[in-house]
C-alpha cells in the first residue's frame, strides 16, 4: 500500500512546483544567510574598532603619563554614562591585583592570552558574554577594554529564529503551491484526459474544448485538435478509398468474369477477344494501383527527405513549356504571371506533378479558345501557385468534393478521380494546402507551400 505522499510525489506537476518552490526558498535562505553575515560582520568590525581605538588612546597615555592616569581615565569612562551599559574596563597592577574597573578580575580563561578574546565575564554583578582586548603595559600591568556583546548575541538570535520560522513557512508554501499547482494541472488535464478516453473507445468526432485564456493548454488544445481532424480526414478517406477500390475492382472484375464465361461457350475467336478485353482492363486496374501507391506514399511524408530549397518560377516555367502545344492544339491561350523569385523547400520532381496536373485539368476542362492564367506569388506566410481559367467553372454545391479521393465531376471522361487528390496531398506534405474558388467565368485553384514545412 503507497502511503500519500509517495502519490504525491508521483504526479509530475507536483514534483515541477514543489522543486521550483524549494529552489525559491532555498535562494531566500542563503540571501539571508548572506544579509545575516554581513550585519554581524559589520557589527564586530564595529565594537572592535572601538575597543581598538579606546585601548590605543589608554596605551598612549599610560605611557606619557603613568598609571595613575589611566586610572582616572578609566574612572571617569565609567561615570560618564555612555556606554556604560556595555562597556568593560579593567587595569591590574603587575601583581594581578585590581587597580580599577567594571569587572572583579581578568576572566580565568584569558589570564594568559592577549589581544582579542570573547569570553563569560562577571560585569556589574551579572554574567555577560565580553569581547574584549587584552594588552600588557611596559610596566607589567595589564589594560582589558571591552564591551558586553549580550545585546548583539541577542540580534543574532533572534535573526536566527525569525529565519527559521521564514524557512519555515517558505516550506509549507512550497507544498501548498504544488498542491495547488497539481490541482490546477489537473482540472485542465482531466478535459484533454476525458477526451482521449473516448477517441480510444473509438469516437473521432470528440474535440478538446477550447478555453478563451490564451495559454500554454490552449494552444496544445487546438494543436491535439487539429492531429484530431487530420486523423479523422484519413480515417475517413481510408475508408472512402476501401469502398471506392472495392467498387472500382469489382465492376471490372465482374465484366472480366462475364466475358470469359461467354467466351467459353463460344469459339477460340472471342476467347481471343476475351483474353484481350481482361489483359486491357488489368492493365487500367495497375495503372489505378500504381497511381495509388505514388498518393500513399506521398501522404505518408516519406518524401520530405529528398527536400531542398526549390525556385517556383523555374518548375512552373518547365510545366508550361511542356503544355504549350497541348494549348495550342486546343486553341487555349495560356499565359504566366511570375513574381518576383518565390522559393520554397520541397521535392521539386512532386511539385512538378502537381502543377503539371493542375494545367492539364484547366487545359481539358476550359474548353477551345479559352484562357488559362498560371501566376506564383509569395508572401511572408509562404509561396503560392495560381491557375485560373475562364472555361465553365464547377457548380459551387460541388467545390468542397473537389479533391476527394474517386471523385470526378464529369464520370464520362477517362480517369480515376486521383489527379486532384494527389495534387491536395503534395500541397499537404509542403505544409500547404489547395482552395478552389469560382473565377465567374471559370474556375480558380491556389496552390499554397509553406516556406520551411514540418
Known sequence: MKLPGFKLWSSVAFRMAFNYSALLVLSMLVLL?????????VLKSQIDRHIASNSQR????????????????????????????????????????????????????????????????MRSGREAIGRMYIQQLPDGSKLVVGSDINHQLEIERLFDRASLIAG????????????????????????IQQIVTHIEAGDLSQRIPLQQQEDEFSRLSRDINSMLDQQQRLMDGVRHISNTIAHNLRTPMTRILLRLRKSEREGAQARDEALQFALQEMEELSVMFNKLLNLAEVESGTRRQSFSAIS????????????????????????????????TNGDRELLASAIANLVDNALKYAGENAAV??????????????????????????????????????????GYGLGLASVMAIARLHGGNLEFSDAHPGLIVRMTLAPNPV
Open 168 to 191: 519555515l513557512i517558505g516550506l509549507f508554501m512550497s507544498i501548498g503551491g504544488a498542491l495547488l499547482f497539481r490541482r490546477e494541472l489537473r482540472q485542465r488535464l482531466s478535459g
Open 312 to 343: 517556383l518560377n523555374n518548375v512552373v516555367a518547365d510545366v508550361l513549356e511542356l503544355y504549350e502545344p497541348v494549348a495550342e492544339e486546343k486553341s487555349v491561350r495560356l499565359t504566366s504571371v511570375f513574381d518576383a523569385e518565390p522559393v
Open 58 to 121: 589608554l596605551l598612549n597615555d599610560f605611557i606619557e603619563n603613568g598609571e595613575g592616569s589611566v586610572a582616572q581615565q578609566i574612572k571617569d569612562i565609567l561615570r560618564d554614562g555612555v556606554y556604560s551599559d556595555t562597556e568593560i574596563y579593567l587595569l591590574v597592577n603587575p601583581y594581578g591585583e585590581k587597580v580599577i574597573g567594571n569587572i572583579p578580575s581578568i576572566p580565568h580563561k584569558a589570564k594568559n592570552k592577549e589581544g582579542m578574546v570573547e569570553t563569560r565575564v
Open 33 to 41: 544567510a548572506v544579509f545575516y553575515t554581513q550585519t554581524v560582520n
Open 373 to 414: 492564367e498560371v501566376r506564383t506569388t509569395q508572401d511572408a506566410h509562404g509561396a503560392a501557385i495560381i491557375v485560373r481559367d475562364n472555361g465553365a467553372g464547377i457548380p459551387a454545391t460541388e467545390l468542397s468534393r473537389i479533391g476527394t479521393h474517386f471523385y470526378r465531376l464529369d464520370r464520362s471522361r477517362p
